[in-house]
Nanobody, 123 residues
Framework: QVHLVESGGGLVQAGGSMRLSCADSGSIFRFNAMGWHRQPPGKQRELVAVISNSGITANYRDSVKGRFTISRDNAKSTVYLQMNSLKPEDTAVYYC????????????????WGQGTQVTVSS
């Protein structure tokens, strides 16, 4: 069973940086593709970034390319989202996602979700 716990959210000024972490207490982390989705206020949940179980493949939504980096540490069963040059439109609840199927994580239909962490970017 996968249990995901996000941390690292909060309030930051525009242009600032923040790193989110997602710890997976399950035993199959190294087999899971991992991803970050977000839900801005009043909008639907959307993909931010996804990374393969090996860490070799990573995809990003266009609006965060060059600013956000997803990475993983399989020894620590943790996936990270480094967010730089933050903008007010990045304000959202950020959710961690996990599934052995990469496309399931990418399309927002993973087997497991975290509880979410709020990121607020002030202008």
């Amino acid at each position: 069973q996968v249990h995901l716990v996000e941390s690292g959210g909060g309030l930051v000024q525009a242009g600032g940086s923040m790193r989110l972490s997602c710890a997976d207490s399950g035993s199959i982390f190294r087999f899971n593709a991992m991803g970050w989705h977000r839900q801005p206020p009043g909008k639907q949940r959307e993909l931010v970034a996804v990374i393969s179980n090996s860490g070799i493949t990573a995809n990003y939504r266009d609006s965060v390319k060059g600013r956000f980096t997803i990475s993983r540490d399989n020894a620590k069963s943790t996936v990270y989202l480094q967010m730089n040059s933050l903008k007010p439109e990045d304000t959202a609840v950020y959710y961690c996602a996990a599934d052995t199927n990469f496309l399931a994580v990418q399309t927002g239909t993973p087997r497991s979700w975290g509880q979410g962490t709020q990121v607020t970017v002030s202008s």
